[in-house]
C-alpha cells in the first residue's frame, strides 16, 4: 500500500477534523492545503477513496465538490 499525502499522519489528520465543527474543518483543511497543496489533494483523495469523513469530503460513489480557494 502506498502511503500518500500525510503519510503516516494521514489518520491523524482524519481525527482531528472528526473532533472539529463545520467551521473548524474548513479552517483546518484550508491551513492543510495553504502548506502543502500536493500532500493536502493527496490526502483528500485519500480520503475520499477510503471513505473517510463522508459528511465533508463525501464518498467514493459521491464525493462533494470544495473550493479550497473559497475557504
Given at each position: 500500500?502506498?502511503?500518500?499525502?500525510?503519510?503516516?499522519?494521514?489518520?491523524?489528520?482524519?481525527?482531528?477534523?472528526?473532533?472539529?465543527?463545520?467551521?473548524?474543518?474548513?479552517?483546518?483543511?484550508?491551513?492543510?492545503?495553504?502548506?502543502?497543496?500536493?500532500?493536502?489533494?493527496?490526502?483528500?483523495?485519500?480520503?475520499?477513496?477510503?471513505?473517510?469523513l463522508p459528511?465533508?469530503?463525501?464518498?467514493?460513489?459521491?464525493?462533494?465538490?470544495?473550493?479550497?480557494?473559497?475557504?
Amino acid at each position: 500500500m502506498q502511503i500518500i499525502g500525510y503519510g503516516r499522519r494521514n489518520i491523524t489528520e482524519v481525527i482531528i477534523m472528526k473532533n472539529l465543527d463545520s467551521s473548524g474543518k474548513k479552517d483546518y483543511i484550508k491551513k492543510l492545503w495553504q502548506e502543502d497543496p500536493k500532500k493536502y489533494y493527496e490526502w483528500k483523495n485519500w480520503c475520499i477513496r477510503l471513505n473517510r469523513l463522508p459528511d465533508f469530503f463525501g464518498t467514493r460513489d459521491n464525493p462533494i465538490p470544495i473550493d479550497e480557494f473559497e475557504l
